[in-house]
C-alpha cells in the first residue's frame, strides 16, 4: 500500500469522527470509530499518533486496518477507495485545477452523473424514434390494407355487404341504403339457406350459430350473426329449436337431394 494514501485514509477518517464525535479528543474519536468497526481503539490511536499527531513511531498501520478504515469512509474496501481517487485526479486534470489542489466528492458524483445522464438522454431518444418508426410503418402497412378512401361505406345486396364509396348517395343500385363501413359486420354478416344438415348450435356451449327474421310473407330468414335487419332495421332473433322444428326444410333444395328415375 502507497504511504502517500495510507496518510491520506488516516486523515479522512479522523475528519469523518470529528464531525461525528462531541469531543475530538484523541480517545474519544477512536472510540467513535471503534464503534463502528472491528478495529479497537487502540489500533485507531496509534494510527491516528502515527499520521495525525506525528508521534507515532512504530510500523505503519497493517492491511486489515486499513481496509476497515476504508469502509468507515463507506468504500468496499481498499482498492476501491484508491480507484476512486484515481478518478478524482482524472477530473482535477480535465477541469484545469492546479496539481495540489483538492476536489472533493461531489465533484466527481457529478461528472458521473452527468455521463450517466447524457447515455440515459441517448438511449430514451433511440428507444423513442424506433417506437416511432415502428408504429408508423404499421400504420402505413394498415392503411394500404385498407379499402382506399374513396370506399369508406358498405351496401346491402340481398345476402351480403358490398364495398361502396361513401359519395355514391343515400341509397345503392340494389336500394338499400349506403351505411358506414363496419369491419366487422361486413365480414361476417351473411343471409344464408339452411336445411336439417344445418349446424345451428356451438358444440361447445351449445350457443345460436344463426340468426333469423319473419318477413311479411310469412318465410324465415337466416343470418350468421345477430344484430340488426340490413333494410328495415329490426333486431334479428336467436335460432331455437322451435323455429328449426316448424321452419327448416328437411332435405337440401339441390338435385342430388331427390331421387332420380332412372326409367
Known amino acids: 500500500m502507497e504511504e502517500f494514501y495510507l496518510k491520506k485514509i488516516t486523515k479522512e477518517v479522523f475528519e469523518k469522527a470529528q464531525n461525528k464525535s462531541a469531543s475530538h479528543s484523541n480517545y474519544a474519536l477512536s472510540k467513535e470509530v471503534e464503534a463502528t468497526t472491528t478495529l479497537s481503539y487502540r489500533t485507531v490511536e496509534r494510527a491516528f499518533d502515527k499520521y495525525i499527531n506525528g508521534r507515532g513511531k512504530g510500523n505503519k498501520p497493517i492491511a486489515n486496518t486499513i481496509e476497515e478504515f476504508c469502509r468507515y469512509l463507506g468504500y468496499r ?27 472533493d466528492d461531489s465533484s466527481v458524483k457529478v461528472k458521473a452523473l452527468s ?116 333494410v328495415n332495421g329490426e333486431t334479428l332473433k336467436a335460432i331455437t329449436e322451435y323455429i328449426i322444428e316448424k321452419y327448416v326444410p328437411i332435405h337440401q333444395n339441390k338435385p342430388s337431394s331427390f331421387v332420380q328415375d332412372t326409367k
Request: aromatic residues 16%.
Open 77 to 103: 474496501d481498499y482498492a476501491e477507495y484508491v480507484e476512486n481517487n484515481k478518478a478524482k485526479e482524472l477530473v482535477q486534470e480535465e477541469i484545469g485545477l492546479r496539481e495540489n489542489e483538492e476536489i
Open 115 to 230: 455521463n450517466q445522464k447524457r447515455w440515459y438522454s441517448i438511449s430514451i431518444f433511440g428507444t423513442f424514434a424506433l417506437t416511432l418508426i415502428i408504429i408508423v410503418y404499421f400504420i402505413a402497412k394498415n392503411r394500404a390494407s385498407e379499402p382506399s378512401a374513396s370506399i369508406k361505406c358498405m351496401t346491402w345486396t340481398g345476402s351480403e355487404f358490398e364495398e361502396i364509396a361513401c359519395g355514391s348517395g343515400a341509397y345503392s343500385t340494389y336500394g338499400t341504403a349506403i351505411e358506414p363501413y363496419e369491419k366487422k359486420r361486413f365480414e361476417n354478416f351473411r343471409r344464408v339457406d339452411v336445411d336439417i344438415t344445418t349446424q345451428f348450435f356451438s358444440e361447445q356451449n351449445q350457443k345460436p350459430l344463426f340468426w333469423y327474421y319473419k318477413n311479411d310473407q310469412g318465410e324465415i330468414e337466416y343470418y350468421t350473426s345477430a344484430g340488426l335487419h340490413p
